[in-house]
């Protein structure tokens, strides 16, 4: 396979292995070069278009992160998405489920994660946990569900079915759905671990529960690439980043974003001819210094 250009990384309906995909292409200097490209080109870009999205307030978009932990997700949304208009962006992290969550079915959580018409709405972490969770940590035995319902490899078909059935119906109801996979290397996360227990300013970012996932990597990795295969569609793709490569893999993502809204094609809304013809006369008048 090459990797030449952003759609190299997008996943719809073919079948991959994720071994087959890079975590990491470049190196240092030629990553620097990216990170003024991203800035000085792809955002203003996306920025104008999101702009647009926002005020046109006809369309949305859903933008899914999932990775293991120390893979970046966290970082893309500050260094891509701050730049954009507050007001039309919605970020959403979702941890473990609540007792309260877990009182209803699995996706009623991510409602509240969901876009208005004119948002990007962020899931740091999605619905693809409870797909995830199953199967990795065998979340299913010990929750509320019936009995029949507890198989995790069952649960995991069934579940993947559901969620592509979700993503295109919030497609086509104009909410276009973009899945990021963040692929990383099992050396730079130890890297990464590291640097947050031995700085102290990086000490909240760790948890316990990352070295414990850690031990686990073959399966979530397993996993991982089950998930992409089952629910990648042309509604609603996958990208398998580099993330070994942190500005390639959000270059990348902003591509894919870029690609998406330019899709859309938002317009800002203008006056009629009548409210031109009323407003003009405002204007005139206060020109005029009459109102």
Same mark, same amino acid.
């Given at each position: 396979m090459t990797f030449n250009q952003f759609e190299d990384f997008k996943v719809t309906t073919q079948e991959i292995k994720l071994s087959d995909?890079? @975590?990491?292409?470049?190196?240092?200097s030629e990553e620097k070069a990216i990170k003024q490209e991203i800035e000085e080109t792809l955002i203003p870009k996306m920025d104008a278009l999101h702009q647009a999205l926002f005020a046109e307030e006809k369309n949305g978009m859903?933008?899914?992160?999932?990775?293991?932990?120390?893979?970046?997700?966290? %970082?893309?949304? %500050?260094?891509?998405?701050?730049?954009?208009?507050?007001?039309?962006? /919605?970020?959403?992290?979702?941890?473990?489920?609540?007792? %309260?969550?877990?009182?209803?079915?699995?996706?009623?959580?991510?409602?509240?994660?969901?876009?208005k018409r004119g948002q990007i709405a962020i899931l740091n972490r999605s619905y693809y946990e409870d797909i995830i969770s199953p199967i990795v940590h065998e979340s299913l035995e010990d929750s509320k569900l019936?009995?029949?319902? /507890?198989?995790?490899?069952?649960?995991?078909?069934?579940?993947?079915?559901? #969620?592509?059935?979700?993503?295109?119906?919030?497609?086509?109801?104009?909410?276009?759905t973009i899945k990021f996979f963040?692929?990383?290397?099992?050396? @730079?996360?130890?890297?990464?671990? #590291?640097?947050?227990? %031995?700085?102290?300013?990086?000490?909240?970012?760790?948890?316990?529960?990352? #070295?414990?996932?850690?031990?686990?990597?073959?399966?979530?990795?397993? @996993?991982?690439?089950?998930? #992409?295969?089952?629910?990648?569609?042309?509604?609603?793709?996958?990208y398998i980043l580099p993330a070994d490569n942190p500005w390639l893999s959000r270059k990348i993502a902003t591509q894919a974003i870029i690609q998406v809204l330019e899709g859309i094609d938002p317009q800002y809304p203008t006056f009629s001819e009548e409210e031109k013809e009323k407003y003009n006369a405002y204007a005139k008048q206060l020109k005029n210094g009459e109102r």
């Open positions: 995909y890079p @975590t990491q292409l470049l190196d240092d859903l933008l899914a992160l999932q990775a293991m932990d120390a893979a970046g997700k966290d %970082e893309v949304i %500050e260094h891509i998405f701050s730049a954009l208009l507050p007001q039309g962006l /919605k970020v959403t992290s979702f941890s473990q489920p609540s007792e %309260e969550e877990q009182s209803h079915d699995y996706l009623w959580r991510m409602s509240e994660g969901l876009p019936p009995e029949h319902m /507890k198989d995790k490899e069952e649960a995991f078909a069934q579940r993947s079915e559901q #969620i592509k059935n979700f993503e295109r119906y919030l497609a086509e109801n104009g909410f276009p963040f692929n990383l290397s099992k050396e @730079t996360q130890a890297k990464r671990l #590291i640097e947050r227990i %031995e700085d102290p300013k990086k000490n909240h970012e760790f948890s316990e529960s990352d #070295i414990e996932d850690r031990d686990k990597w073959d399966l979530f990795q397993d @996993t991982f690439e089950k998930m #992409i295969n089952a629910t990648a569609s042309l509604e609603a793709p996958w």
